[in-house]
C-alpha cells in the first residue's frame, strides 16, 4: 500500500495518514450525550433519597444509605457475625487509623469485653469454627 510518504513506518499506534483523525474531529461523534448518567451517578442518587424510618417508637427522616447503616450496626450489636464484620470492614476502610482504633475514655470493662467477644467470634469463623454463640 503506497502513501504520499514512504518513509512513514505504520504499525502499533502509527496509522497510515489517511486513517487518522483530522485535526477538530471526535473519535466517537455519537458517544454519550450530556446530562447522561451512569449507574455510579444512579446509586449515589438512590442511596441519598429519604425515607421514614421507625427508631425507638418514634420517626426519623434518614436517607437509605444511613439506614441501611443503622440496620447493619443493629444486626451486629445482637450478634450477627456478617454484619459485625461488615461494620467493622468499614470502620477500618473509611476511618483514618487514629479514630476506627481509638476506645472512648469513658467507655467501660464491659464494651471492651464486647468487643473481644465480637473480635473471636470474627477469628473463630475465619479458621473453621461455626460461628454461632
Do not use: W
Not at 74 to 92: E, N, V
Amino acid at each position: 500500500m503506497a502513501h504520499d510518504n514512504d518513509d512513514y513506518e505504520v504499525g502499533y499506534k502509527k496509522p497510515p495518514p489517511d486513517k487518522r483523525f483530522k485535526k477538530g474531529q471526535s473519535g466517537n461523534p455519537n458517544g454519550r450525550p450530556k446530562g447522561s448518567r451512569n449507574l455510579t451517578t444512579d446509586l449515589k442518587h438512590v442511596l441519598e433519597e429519604s425515607i421514614t424510618v421507625r427508631e425507638g417508637g418514634r420517626e426519623k427522616e434518614m436517607s437509605k444509605r444511613e439506614a441501611m447503616i443503622h440496620v447493619q450496626c443493629t444486626k451486629a450489636l445482637q450478634g450477627d457475625i456478617k454484619a459485625t464484620r461488615l461494620i467493622f470492614d468499614l470502620i477500618t476502610k473509611l476511618l483514618p487509623d487514629d479514630q476506627a482504633l481509638a476506645m472512648p475514655k469513658e467507655s467501660g470493662m464491659s464494651d471492651t469485653k464486647i468487643l473481644q467477644r465480637f473480635a473471636a467470634a470474627i477469628k473463630e469463623e475465619g479458621t473453621g469454627g461455626n460461628g454461632n454463640d
